[in-house]
Structures are given as structure tokens and as C-alpha cells.
């Protein structure tokens, strides 16, 4: 009865780490891209729509980090 | 919609004196597009009308009133037009008008602002010198002394000391910094001046005045009056904004259009006699267009289509809003499938399944319907039409949800009157559905069930991107073309959604969604070497994958090699991309219940206030309640909002949409203050 809960724990907390750490990743990527898509729109606005494109690219990551976690959750 | 409008490249030509006439005509029809000319042996580019400068003056002078009032054409909704020749017969007299009741006044109060700045620097000057209590007479005009009236940073006086004891210094404080008036032997004046230097000095010029108390208020009146006169003259440039606010941008509309014609021999080319001028109008118009051109005594052809003709985006009323959304990544080729068409299908619906929420969507709603009143300009229109669609889409989806403001159902051993405000009366709301929401996406079952159709959606999704690639690469390049560059990721996409589906049967989802057999205890993914027994693990879904990858692989190498080397190989690692951007339509259930917990948790925290154990503080819950949902809301409309908008840039244009095309800016203007 403790061991299943101190593994159900352990998933969650691995649940959050997948999520948290993928989410410090896609920031950090993100930072540079978005501060370079925001220059590139002041010289020209019509780079806005691939600016935003660029910007959210490694936001997929996140996504990888919630798919994980929803695997971790569900599938055991 | 889905293409452009069709368009025809045509030569106008005709003899030169009817070039003007040809202008007028023109510029009234708004229907073509002209194309920069390029000068040849007979041809060179003509030269603009002699009216020309006369006319760019005046423009620039109307132009400058109206920058001056503030008058934005597109916020007003003229009350009466003008009929050209109105304005032709009383322009002279109208610029002559405004040059006396505007110009002038501008200027006046321009020269109003120069001299209340003199007389405040005079009374920075003044002011100092009075708390310093010395008479101006005193303060000057001496020859055996040396005086030194200014500012310094730092108290002086020790210095002095050192040099002499013979001196007098006089100080007081004013806005932080120190007014001293030193008075000393003309021999040491040298000396004290450099001392004074290292203090940070700043001389002030002593002026002629008797008694600084009646000079300060002298000034001080003077200033006032100024004052009083400005506002007056401003009152009265307001009245006259008021007035003839549609006369001025009539005007100007006018000598806009003037200076268009007159500058149109710049975009056309003349010889001796005559004149040529090349440009786009759309198919359907032509014929009228002859007509009308022949009649005038000018001649008309169709020319072969070289180079690329403009883009018109026509698409029915309602999907037209959209093409915000679509010309903010690229405008559509002439000849690419124009996607507006499904951006206006799928973006309400994305933004709809992740906001997803009674309450908030008629927020969205209902705060697009109100700012639609106040920006007026065409572009925000749009916007806020795109706004008004995505907040229907979230109230539809919310009630699908059952989520007014959060959740009234979620799991663990809570009451809906608990956990929300209104949580009675929307358990009451649902009681068709025995009290539970028609889909509920916060417990297990629904999160899997919506984490599965995400990745159904974009499997779908990314499939069509690709059809729609096909047929664009089709037209532009050929059959073999399309097959080797979009058909082979057709299989390849296909063949990954057969291990998707494959996995998902292995670990259980299809039995669990109650649509397939319990696959028992299988390893998820059959890996030869990798995994013991992985025999168990083939379903036929694995087993329709193997052909999809295969007839993927080899057409990608026969499109690749060629053009790439063998190292094109490699690319076909890009397959995992696609796997990627299939996950990536994950979001549409992630980003939705990240706000729905928030609301929650907002909700539950509002309500422990409000109906506690102990003491309850009413007021304090509802502050909680409203700024969080106000929080919430303004995250709820950016976050679902790009989102879905990256959805349709990043995963689906790119699959066929290249964009890099011209708008079609027909030479003429949309006239609003002036009728034909």
C-alpha cells in the first residue's frame, strides 16, 4: 500500500518534471527567437506573421513534455 | 474563394492628348493594376502634368491642417458628399479660407508658445534672485568689485577662505541646489570665477528690475493672459473642425485623386504621338472595360500572359474577415489555392475547443460587438468580426464542455455549489444530461478521448496540407513533381498515423474508448532485438504501416536524389518533424485545460472566502473571483488566439502555402467624401 502510493507520487512528480523542464527549454529557445522576430518586425511589418511562426516553433517541446506526462499518468 | 481572381494582363494605347482623359477615366473605373513600365528605343517614361506641383502643394498644405485637428478619415461617417465639380468650382476660395482660419491660427499659436517659454525662463530667472532677498541694484554694477550671482552645487565658501578673508557670500537654497551672490576685490575676481567653476557653477544674468516681487507677478499675469488667449484660438480651431470637417477631407480627397491622374504619365509610356500603358484587370471586367475604353477613343488588347499577375482575394462576405489572417503570413501566388477559406473554418473552432467556456466566450463576444463601434478602421473590423466568430465558437463548445466560468464538475468529492458560484444552477442548467456536462474534458476519461481526437485532427489535417500541396505543386510544376514532393509525404504522414494508432491499440487506449479488443499484455511497440516477444506486439496497424513507409521511402529518395545528391538520404529524417507537428495539435486539449484549472482553482479559492468555516469576508471573494476571471479571460483570448493561429501557420500553410504574391491595387480610390 505505501510502495503504490510512493509510485503513484513518483509519477506525478516525474509528470511535472516532464512538463516543467520541457517548458524552461522552449523558453529559453524561445527568448532569442522572439527578441530577433520583434527586431525584424520593427524594420518591416509585414514579418509579423512569420515572426510570430518562428516564435512558437519550440513551443512544440512543451507539448512533447505533456504528451509524457499524460503517458505517465494514464499508461501505468 | 480558394483562388484568387482570375485576371488578364492588357495594353491600353492610344494618342498622347487623350492621355489625360484617359486618366480621368480611369481613376473612376478603380480596375487596373498597373505595371511599373520599363523604357525602350521609341518609348520613355512620360512626364507628370504641369497642374502637378501646383496641386502636390496645395495637398501638402491640406494635408498639414489635417494632421494638425486630428481628423482621422476612417473614424468619420460623412453626413453629406460633395459632388466634384462643387469642389472644383470653390477650391481656390475654400484653401484661401482655411489658409486664415487654420494656417494662420496655427502659427499664432506657435508664436503664443514662444513667448510663454521666454517669459518662464525669465521667471527661472527671477525667482531664484528673489528668495535670495538682494536687490537688483546691488547686485551689479560696481568697479571695484567683482560680484558673481548663479547656482552651485557645493557651498563655496571655505575655498574663498583660503584665498582671502576679504569677501562676501550670500546663500540660500532653491530646488536643490544652492544661489549665492559672492561679492570680492576685482583682483581676486579671476581666482574666486575658477573656485566657483569647480563648485559647478551657473551664472544668472541680473536683469534691470526694481522690485523682483512685481516683476514675478507682472510676468505671471502675462503668462496667464497668453494662456487664456490659446485656449480661446484652440476653442475656435475646434469649431471650425467641427464645421467643416467633411469639407477639408473632401478636399484633400480631391487633390489626392488630381495628383493621382497627373502623375499617371510617370507609370506609362509615351512616344511621339501616342501612349502605352500596361496592367492587370480581372477577367469578369473586361468586356465592360473595352467598351468603355473604345468609346473614349483608346484601344485595348489582351495581352500574353508573361510574368505573374496580381492576387484579388475573392471570398464570400463572411470568410473575407479572414483574410487578416491569411495575409499576415504571406499573400496567395496568382496561381496557389487561396486558404483563407479554411482558416475561417478552423480557426473559430480551435479557438473554441481550447477556450471552451459559457461565460467567457460571450465576453469575447460581447466585447468584440462593443469595440467594433469604436474602431472603425477596416482592419480592426476585421479583427474584431474574427473576435466576434471565436466567441460564438467558445459558448458553443463551452456548453459542450458544461464550463460558465470555470467547471462546475470535477474530479474528487466536491459539490458543484462548492467549488462555483453558480455550480447549483448549472448542475440544475445540465439536468437533460442527468446533471453532467454532454462532454467533460477535466476527468480521465475525457482528457484521453480529447487527447486521442487532438491527434485524429491533426493527422487529418496535416494530410489535407499536404493534398492541398499537391494540387498546388500539380499546377504550377506538373503531375510527376506533385507525386514525388507531396504524394510521397501523403504515405509517409499516413504511415505514421499507423504506428500512432498502432501504439495507442498496444497500450490499450482503443479498448479503454470502449472501441476495440483488450490487446492484453503486449509490448507497445514491436522493436525486433529491442523487446522481448515483440512478435505479440504486431496489430494491423503495424502491419499496414510497413508498405505506406516503404512506397513513402522509396519515392522520396527518386525526388530527392536527384536534386540533392545522395546525401538527400538524410532528409528523410524529416518524417519525424511530421510526427511532431501531429503531437503538436496536442495543445488543442492542453492550452484549454490549463485555463479551465485556473478558473477552477480561482473559483475554489473564491468561494472558501466567501462561505468558509470561520469568518466570511463576501467582498474579498468576489475581488478574488473578478480579477482572476478577468486574468484568466485576457490569457484565455491571447493564449487560444495564437495558438490556433501558429495551428494554421507553422502545421498547415507550410504543407502548401508558399505565398510571396502582389495584391491587386487598381490604379483610382474608394471615394468617401466625395459621390460621382
Known amino acids: 500500500m505505501v510502495e503504490d502510493a510512493l509510485a503513484k507520487g513518483l509519477i506525478a512528480v516525474g509528470a511535472g518534471l ?15 527567437i522572439g527578441a530577433a522576430a520583434v527586431g525584424a518586425t520593427a524594420e518591416d511589418r509585414g514579418f509579423f506573421g512569420l ?26 | 474563394m480558394l483562388k484568387p481572381e482570375r485576371m488578364v494582363k492588357i495594353s491600353v494605347v492610344g494618342p498622347k492628348e487623350k492621355l489625360a482623359e484617359t486618366a480621368d477615366l480611369l481613376h473612376r473605373l478603380n480596375l487596373v493594376h498597373i505595371e511599373e513600365p520599363e523604357e525602350s528605343e521609341y518609348f520613355r517614361i512620360g512626364e507628370p502634368h504641369p497642374e502637378a506641383s501646383v496641386v502636390s502643394r496645395a495637398l501638402v498644405q491640406m494635408r498639414s491642417f489635417i494632421s494638425h485637428l486630428k481628423l482621422d478619415p476612417t473614424k468619420i461617417v460623412p453626413r453629406r458628399k460633395f459632388r466634384e465639380s462643387e469642389i472644383e468650382a470653390q477650391l481656390k476660395e475654400k484653401l484661401d479660407e482655411y489658409q486664415q482660419l487654420i494656417g494662420e491660427r496655427i502659427e499664432y499659436l506657435r508664436s503664443v508658445d514662444e513667448k510663454i517659454a521666454s517669459l518662464e525662463e525669465q521667471l527661472n530667472q527671477i525667482e531664484p534672485l528673489k528668495r535670495l532677498g538682494i536687490p ?21 565658501t571655505e575655498k574663498f577662505a583660503q584665498v582671502t578673508s576679504d569677501f562676501e557670500v550670500f546663500s540660500t537654497e532653491y530646488e536643490k541646489e544652492l544661489v549665492v551672490a559672492v561679492f570680492v576685490k576685482a583682483e581676486y575676481g579671476d581666482e574666486f570665477l575658477r573656485i566657483l567653476q569647480e563648485c559647478g557653477y551657473r551664472e544668472i544674468q541680473v536683469p534691470d528690475v526694481e522690485d523682483f516681487e512685481a516683476k514675478i507677478s507682472e510676468i505671471q499675469k502675462e503668462i496667464e493672459s497668453l494662456k487664456a488667449r490659446k485656449e480661446q484660438v484652440e476653442k475656435e480651431i475646434e469649431e471650425v473642425k467641427v464645421k467643416e470637417a467633411e469639407t477639408l477631407l473632401a478636399i484633400e480627397e480631391y487633390l489626392s485623386s488630381q495628383m493621382d491622374k497627373y502623375e499617371l504619365p510617370l507609370r506609362t509610356l509615351v512616344s511621339k504621338y501616342s501612349f502605352v500603358l500596361v496592367g492587370y484587370i480581372p477577367a469578369k471586367s473586361f468586356n465592360e472595360f473595352k467598351a468603355k475604353m473604345d468609346s473614349n477613343g483608346v484601344a485595348v488588347e489582351v495581352l500574353d500572359e508573361e510574368g505573374e499577375p496580381p492576387t484579388k482575394l475573392s471570398n464570400p462576405v463572411g470568410v473575407r474577415n479572414f483574410e487578416l489572417l491569411t495575409t499576415t503570413f504571406g499573400i496567395p501566388r496568382y496561381k496557389e489555392i487561396d486558404p483563407t477559406v479554411f482558416i475561417a473554418i478552423f480557426f473559430p473552432i ?18 468584440s460587438l462593443y469595440l467594433k463601434r469604436v474602431f472603425k478602421t477596416e482592419g480592426w473590423q476585421r479583427m474584431l468580426n474574427i473576435g466576434v466568430y471565436a466567441g460564438v465558437m467558445s459558448i458553443v463548445f463551452g456548453f459542450i464542455y458544461g464550463e460558465c466560468f470555470g467547471p462546475f464538475i470535477v474530479p474528487g468529492e466536491y459539490e458543484p455549489y462548492q467549488i462555483h458560484f453558480i455550480g447549483s444552477q448549472l448542475e440544475h442548467l445540465y439536468e437533460f444530461h442527468h446533471g453532467h456536462p454532454i462532454f467533460d474534458r477535466v476527468e480521465e476519461m475525457g482528457v484521453k478521448i480529447l487527447l486521442f481526437a487532438t491527434i485524429l485532427i491533426g493527422i487529418a489535417k496535416i494530410l489535407f496540407g499536404f493534398a492541398l500541396g499537391f494540387y498546388n505543386v500539380y499546377v504550377e510544376h506538373g503531375f510527376k513533381e506533385a507525386v514525388l514532393e507531396k504524394l510521397s509525404w501523403i504515405l509517409g504522414v499516413l504511415g505514421l498515423a499507423m504506428i500512432i494508432f498502432g501504439f495507442a491499440y498496444n497500450v490499450g487506449v482503443f479498448y479503454q474508448l470502449g472501441v476495440g479488443p483488450d490487446p492484453g499484455n503486449v509490448p507497445p511497440l514491436p522493436l525486433p532485438g529491442l523487446m522481448e516477444g515483440w512478435q505479440a506486439g504486431l496489430n494491423m496497424y503495424y502491419i499496414a504501416a510497413l508498405p505506406l513507409l516503404v512506397i513513402w521511402f522509396i519515392l522520396f529518395v527518386m525526388g530527392e536524389v536527384p536534386k540533392m545528391g545522395a546525401m538527400g538520404v538524410i532528409l528523410a529524417v524529416e518524417l519525424l ?66 495558438q490556433s493561429l501558429r495551428l494554421h501557420y507553422v502545421e498547415f500553410f507550410t504543407k502548401f502555402f508558399e505565398g510571396g504574391g502582389r495584391l491587386y491595387e487598381p490604379f483610382g480610390r474608394i471615394k468617401r467624401f466625395i459621390e460621382e
Open chain 1, 18 to 32: 516532464a512538463v516543467g523542464l520541457a517548458g524552461i527549454g522552449a523558453g529559453l529557445g524561445e527568448s532569442g
Open chain 2, 136 to 156: 537688483a541694484k546691488l547686485l551689479k554694477g560696481y568697479k571695484t568689485l567683482s560680484v558673481f550671482v548663479g547656482f552651485v552645487k557645493e557651498d563655496p
Open chain 2, 350 to 367: 480551435f479557438f473554441g475547443m481550447m477556450l471552451g467556456d459559457i461565460g467567457y466566450g460571450l465576453l469575447v463576444t460581447v466585447l
Open chain 1, 51 to 76: 515572426g510570430i511562426l518562428f516564435t512558437v516553433i519550440p513551443e512544440t517541446i512543451v507539448i512533447f513534455g505533456l504528451v509524457i506526462a499524460f503517458i505517465l499518468m494514464f499508461a501505468f
Open chain 2, 577 to 642: 518533424t511530421w510526427f511532431g507537428q501531429i503531437m503538436s495539435y496536442a495543445r488543442l486539449l492542453a492550452i484549454g485545460l490549463s485555463s479551465v484549472y485556473i478558473a477552477f482553482v480561482i473559483n475554489f479559492i473564491g468561494m472558501k472566502i466567501i462561505d468558509p468555516v470561520g469568518i466570511s469576508i463576501p467582498i474579498l471573494g468576489a475581488i478574488i473571483l473578478i480579477i482572476g476571471h478577468v486574468g484568466n479571460l485576457i490569457l484565455g483570448i491571447l493564449d487560444p488566439g495564437l
